[in-house]
């Protein structure tokens, strides 16, 4: 069997919808594959939720993405000709809403009850979470299914062939999954 660790390459791409799980599969795969991972959100907000004006982002992730080697997580539209790129494996976690649903709850009230900084000294707040026009619950619910019909999409662009695409469903196959990469990782 081909040695998985080498047969998904070394730029890679994880993407999925809100609370899929990108960044800290992202993280892990750079500390398994000993690669250095950019995390896109931390390029795109600024203070006080900011975002980046898009093309100080795209040259952010162009820069951060230069190297021959790395992980990252995200599904920047505005920068995804970049991204997918240089990318040669695309890791998409496919979750069922529900899934997705639980795992927002989760994730927002930790957040907003332990005060987490994120990026820039960002922080969730109740607010923000659950009475926003922005709240992660309402992009979740308005986006899951746009993104998975334009994700299959997007694969199809002839610009994108190159990619090694691994679709996994559940965080259980995904765990599977990143097993076989340690497995295989330890033995190189």
Known sequence: MEN???SIGRRIVVIGTTCAGKTTLARDLGERLRVPHVELDALH????????PTETFRAAVAEALSGEAWTTDGNYSKA?????????????LDYAFPVILWR????????VVTREPLWHGNQETWRGAFFSRDSLFMWAITTHHKRRQRTLQRLQDLAY???TVVRLHSPKATRAWLEQISTRQSTI
């Open 80 to 92: 995804q000709d970049i991204i997918w790129g240089r990318a040669d494996t695309l890791i998409w």
């Open 4 to 6: 998985i660790a080498r």
């Open 161 to 163: 062939q190159h990619l």
């Open 45 to 52: 907000w600024g203070p006080n939720w900011t975002p980046a």
């Open 104 to 111: 927002l709850i989760t994730r927002t009230l930790r957040r």
